[in-house]
Each structure stands twice: as structure tokens, then as C-alpha cells.
């Protein structure tokens, strides 16, 4: 099962990424976009977490543990897809309405 760790990593290196970003960015609108996906990336990185967690130990403590970061994870991921979704539109308009 190695693609819970590529998973894990990659998702940890963009959250990193798009926090980094926030910070470098100037227009307001960019930086909710970056929060945004940063918050996806956290999501997908506790959830795999989780299951991969539990996947290593196996255990009917490890399964709650897993259930509870799964969910943790689903929220933010879920969280941060919609204000994504919703930003991406925000910018959108603003560029028709700027040409």
C-alpha cells in the first residue's frame, strides 16, 4: 500500500505550498482562493492519515481513531471544496466585468 504515503506527502507539501502562497500574494480574492485549496489539501492529508493509520495497526482503537480523522478530514475537504468552488466564481466575475 504504498499510495497512502505518496497520498500523505503530497497533500502535506501542497498545504505548505498554498500557505506559503497566502502570504507572497497581494489581491485578497487570490488569497481566499489559496486558503481554500490549502484547507482541500489539510482535508485529503487527515483523512488518508487516518486510514492509513489504521490500515498499519489494525486495531478496533486504531478504527475510531481512523473514523475520526476520516470525518475530521471529509469536513475540511468538503469545507474547503466549496470555498474554492465559490471564490473561483467570485474571480471569474470579476475578471468579465474588468475587460
Not at 486504531?62 to 466549496?82: D, H, M, R, S, V
Request: hydrophobic letters at 50%; proline letters at 2%.
Amino acid at each position: 500500500m504504498i499510495i497512502f504515503p505518496i497520498i500523505i506527502i503530497l497533500s502535506i507539501i501542497l498545504y505548505i505550498y498554498y500557505k506559503v502562497m497566502i502570504v507572497r500574494g497581494n489581491d485578497p480574492l487570490i488569497q481566499e482562493i489559496q486558503n481554500a485549496k490549502a484547507r482541500l489539501s489539510l482535508g485529503i492529508f487527515i483523512s488518508f492519515f487516518g486510514i492509513n493509520q489504521y490500515l498499519f495497526y489494525q486495531t478496533q482503537l486504531a478504527l475510531f481513531i481512523c473514523l475520526a480523522f476520516f470525518i475530521l478530514g471529509a469536513i475540511q475537504a468538503y469545507g474547503g471544496w466549496k470555498r474554492y468552488v465559490h471564490y473561483r466564481g467570485e474571480l471569474l466575475k470579476r475578471e468579465q466585468t474588468s475587460v
